[in-house]
T-cell receptor, first 117, second 116 residues
Framework: KNQVEQSPQSLIILEGKNCTLQ??????????LRWYKQDTGRGPVSLTI?????NTKSNGRYTATLDADTKQSSLHITASQLSDSASYIC????????????????FGTGTLLAVQP | DSGVTQTPKHLITATGQRVTLRCSPR?????VYWYQQSLDQGLQFLIQ???????AKGNILERFSAQQFPDLHSELNLSSLELGDSALYFC???????????????FGPGTRLTVL
């Protein structure tokens, strides 16, 4: 069964500190992996998208890594800010099985990050 | 602001009723996706439409249906509502270049459905 698991479930850090969120997946065939940031009660916002050939992708203070061999990804947040408090969701796109494009996405349950002053 | 609009913002109804949620994609986006997010669960992909045609189906119940109209807006119809259908329903849109699943999905603000 295609699954995406994230850890930790929740995390509290002090403003200015760094943190790393983990994502393990068993999705096959694999197309790409995305990290989203979702503020409470709002729609998710895309941070990064990576295919299997990409090891790392940065977006400002956010850096995502991907190890397609071990099926693991991480999201590193540098110099955290209060506005980073949100849920971070790892999403894996199932690849096309018979050559056609598909955007079936499997969502992790997210890591809830709280940045405290 | 993602450019995706959803109406209504909040909806309160009773069990057994039927509701329609509406989504307008970003200008130029041909693909629309619907997601359900319950309190104790992550986002669940329901269904995708591309230029008016159903493209992919996720965990959508038979009581739910959707369509995308010629002007590209989409509606999600939920019928015979149950308490467990209470959730946030998100719509997302993307350019969705054919055979290009890497394009970014832009999410709307969501519709919060409460079934009493």
């Amino acid at each position: 069964k295609n699954q995406v698991e994230q850890s930790p479930q929740s995390l509290i850090i002090l403003e200015g500190k760094n943190c790393t969120l983990q994502c393990n997946y068993t999705v096959s065939p694999f197309s790409n992996l995305r990290w989203y940031k979702q503020d409470t009660g709002r729609g998710p916002v895309s941070l990064t998208i990576m295919t299997f050939s990409e090891n790392t992708k940065s977006n400002g203070r956010y850096t995502a890594t991907l190890d397609a061999d071990t099926k693991q990804s991480s999201l590193h947040i540098t110099a955290s800010q209060l506005s980073d408090s949100a849920s971070y969701i790892c999403v894996v796109s199932e690849g096309p099985k018979y050559g056609g494009a598909t955007n079936k996405l499997i969502f992790g349950t997210g890591t809830l990050l709280a940045v405290q002053p | 602001d993602s450019g995706v609009t959803q109406t209504p913002k909040h909806l309160i109804t009773a069990t057994g009723q039927r509701v329609t949620l509406r989504c307008s994609p970003r200008s130029g986006d041909l693909s629309v996706y619907w997601y359900q997010q319950s309190l104790d669960q992550g986002l669940q992909f329901l269904i995708q439409y591309y230029n008016g045609e159903e493209r992919a189906k996720g965990n959508i119940l038979e009581r739910f249906s959707a369509q995308q109209f010629p002007d590209l807006h989409s509606e999600l119809n939920l019928s015979s509502l149950e308490l467990g259908d209470s959730a946030l329903y998100f719509c997302a849109s993307s350019v969705e270049v054919r055979r290009g699943p890497r394009d970014t999905q832009y999410f709307g603000p969501g519709t919060r459905l409460t079934v009493l």
